[in-house]
């Protein structure tokens, strides 16, 4: 049965005004009247807000046509923790209005499963296969231009903010509808967007921990949120489908009308509109450029610097042929961000350190990209700062040293900008392309600091400019797609690698060669090089690292990321042992993947094990009597070593924090059960067995030091103790895994029986308390020698 809707201002413009009825003159009087008494915003659609009933309605006029529902937050909340950021978008969903009787209803149409065939019926029985979403009803106000009040379409919680608040466990809050409001202010229409403020408040019985952090009543969090109503672009985009080692973001969808021996699954990369004026493979001028905004709210130097990085891809733009292809301009004034044609780079703040972002607004059915949206925390640059100044406190020229710091600081804001941009340019990240001489902005890269001489040097802490990768992702998605074939040969006979999210951020990631934060193609030999600077950088750290006037209490934070410089480069290490080699390349005799030569594995235990010994997690005397407690009103925070000691520095606890973080590492289940499954395939690999031998000999074996070390050695064999227990009692632990655990177990125990019965009375102890942990933890599994372990302070992002 084919449906019908007919709008009431279509009926009546074609019925005869003898006809109507004074019930239909009073309806079409009442819309007449709030139109004329309202603020009006004409644009993509007419909003039309009646400031005495502080009803906002809209033109129903584009029924039946698709458009794009975002909800974003202009306004953040200003948690890290939380996640709610200025600038952030949310789910970006193709809607359309629709008339049925009296009322309008919004609907979100499901754009997952489509059947692109030219038979009508055959994309109708997909249509008509799966459900759709009906988000909002409202009434007709009817008359020659029929409107409808849209209050409780925008006072709703569509963006998830309560869903947020629940999944990072600050409580039940749920919509208080009495205490949100729509923003007049916030109600503007535009070429191709309208868009609505709100003010919504969230009510809880009791505040959320980070939210009582961040806001003057916990338990009333009020945030404004962004409703757009968004144009779908012209017709014209040629789609380009995904490729694996493309690097780039993919959607996807069921393509139910593809012939039986075709992929059902359609993926197309996402990627902005740009087209040439003269169309092939020479160099040429383009129609549109792609043109990014810098929020004017940044500061110098600052803006500066963002600008510099940003504009690092007209580079890569220009090589692959499109000539002022893209541009960074700063907003102009009398420009409304909120205006969809403007590709943004907003500077945020929040409470504490956190995360930057690069978000794209695209079209669902092809992949293009609509806006880019960059969101830049404006604390990372002081925490590059404070790295900066403790890595050249020992420098004798202060000036000098203040200058390196800023130098640093603004270096990585650049590079910075290029990441988050390319994101909203259709990039990944590639975090294999530290190992190919930084070939990317799309990895995470550590800032190389090097001895020269008896200095810490950090003058080139970062790569300049974008890199070759990053160049053919350009070319790739944006260039002549005759040619991706061509280029994407030419690129790997280069021997670039590629690793996105997929295998490289968790703990338990299986690919060497991918690792946030670390450099270069060796991952042990740079962690035997940066552990050598990390030893000066301790030796050489005083006062000098604090900015001017600030208390000594708070020299013990700048401490912090300087004790812990080699936690990314023992992840990237640890990634060795276990680890496989492989990438995404889809055709030819080198689609295949191995892990990584036993000689290589067994390098890189040795150098994690030579990190867990007291000569790397001793702290100087010196050192460790300059960390004062904190003085008067200050307080530890997040970025704080933890201590058993009260306001003491507590040199155990840092050692513990680096202990655990490298032994946690060679004790991960997924880790364990890959060395197990290539021994057992190859008995010249690294064995389980031979990982916790060589484990527990360079810790629960080692004769116990004197002096400060020998607490530290003692506090290490805890954590390894422990560390073991975790892996055995781990459902992800496979079950020949757990066998070799509990056979080591069964040595460890009979060994540290025959170290108890010996030695002084302070060590017997020591070792008969271990023995009886063990043993207990065995087969409780939730005993632990350390009942509650110190924390790791933060260290991403930096």
Known sequence: MIRRSISLALLLAITPVTLLSHSAIAASDAARKIIKSAEAAKGFINLFYDAKSAEL???????????????????????????????????????????????????????????????????????QAFAESILWRGKLVQGKTAIVAIND????????????????KQGEYSLDSSRSVILPQGIKSFERNADIDVNLTFKANKAGKQVAQVTPDGKLLSVRVRYSFVQLPDVGYQPRRYHPMSGYWSDQYLDYSTAIDQPLTQRYLLRHRLEKVTPGDAPSKVVTPIVYYLDPGVPEPIRSALLEGARWWETAFTNAGFIDGFKVELLPEGADPQDMRYNMIQWVHRATRGWSYGAVVTDPRTGEIIKGNVTLGSLRVRQDHLI??????????????DNAAMALSLARIRQLAAHEVGHTLGLDHNFAASTNDNASVMDYPHPYVSIQGDKIDISAPYREGIGEWDKYTIAYGYGDPSQADALLTSTLSKGFRYIGEADSRSANASNAYASLWDR??????????LEAVRRKVIDDFNSDALLAGEPHGELADVFVPLYLLTRYQIEAAAKWI?????????????????????????????????SLQNSSLLVPNNVLQALVPKAGNYQKTRESFGSNLGVITDPVAMAEVMSRHIVSQLLTPERLN?????????????????????????????????????????????????????????????????????????????QLKRRSNRGSDYQSAHYDWLFQGITKGMTDSTYRLIAKPVDMPPGSPI
């Open 520 to 529: 270069g193609n060796d991952a042990v030999a740079e962690l035997l090089r």
């Open 388 to 401: 900066a100044r403790g890595l050249t406190a020992g420098w004798p020229d202060r000036h000098a040293a």
């Open 57 to 127: 309605y809209l033109q129903a006029d584009k029924l039946n046509q698709p458009f794009l529902l975002i909800t974003s937050l202009p306004h953040g909340v200003g948690s890290n923790d939380i996640g709610l950021d200025r600038g952030q978008l949310g789910q970006t969903r193709m809607v359309q209005f629709e008339q049925h009787g009296p009322y309008v209803v919004l609907k979100q149409l499901n754009t997952h499963f489509r059947a692109s065939s030219d038979n009508v019926a055959e994309r109708q029985a997909v249509t």
């Open 153 to 168: 379409l925008v006072i709703d919680d569509l963006h998830g903010v309560s869903d947020v608040l629940a999944a990072t």
């Open 674 to 750: 890959r060395v197990s499954q290539a021994y057992m395939g190859d008995s010249q690999q690294l064995s389980v067995v031979q990982l916790i031998d060589k484990l527990v000999g360079m810790s629960l074996y080692q004769d116990l030091p004197s002096g400060q070390g020998l607490a530290i050695q003692m506090r290490v064999n805890a954590v390894v103790i422990d560390s073991l227990l975790a892996a055995y009692h781990n459902p992800k632990t496979a079950p020949e895994v757990k066998a070799q655990l509990a056979a080591r177990v069964d040595y460890i125990v009979k």
């Open 578 to 610: 276990g680890g496989a080699d492989y990438s995404y390349q889809q055709v030819g005799a080198g689609v295949r993947w191995n892990y990584i030569r036993p000689k290589m594995q067994l390098a890189a235990l040795d150098s994690l094990l030579a």
